[in-house]
């Protein structure tokens, strides 16, 4: 059985850091990408950054690209999102998803497995 679940949400001020880790079990994800979502209150489900098999190649979404790093370790199935400079407007449930494919997908369509996702509140 695939799981994948996440740690490290939290409260934070405005300007502060978070990282989010996701640990994977149940599937070889050294052969798939892994990517991080997030979903405000009354929003839909958005992409946030994504990182392919072997960590070569990574995508972010326009909002947190040069604030946010997405890693991975292999050896340990755990993907990290390092959040820097944190905005309120960062303020949601934040989802860790494997790909159905080896590459750094930014569609969510590409994603097969989910985590329980994690809240992280950025107060201002």
């Known amino acids: 059985q695939v799981q994948l679940v996440e740690s490290g949400g939290g409260l934070v001020q405005a300007g502060g850091s978070l990282r989010l880790s996701c640990v994977a079990s149940g599937r070889t994800f050294s052969s798939y990408a892994m990517g991080w979502f997030r979903q405000a209150p009354g929003k839909e489900r958005e992409f946030q950054a994504a990182?392919?098999?072997?960590?070569?190649?990574?995508n972010y979404a326009d909002s947190v690209k040069g604030r946010f790093a997405i890693s991975r370790d292999i050896a340990e199935n755990t993907v990290y999102l390092q959040m820097n400079s944190l905005k309120p407007e960062d303020t949601a449930v934040y989802y860790c998803a494997g790909a159905r494919g080896p590459s750094a997908t930014t569609d969510i369509l590409g994603y097969d497995y989910w985590g329980q996702g994690t809240q992280v509140t950025v107060s201002s």
């Open positions: 990182i392919n098999w072997s960590g070569t190649n990574t």
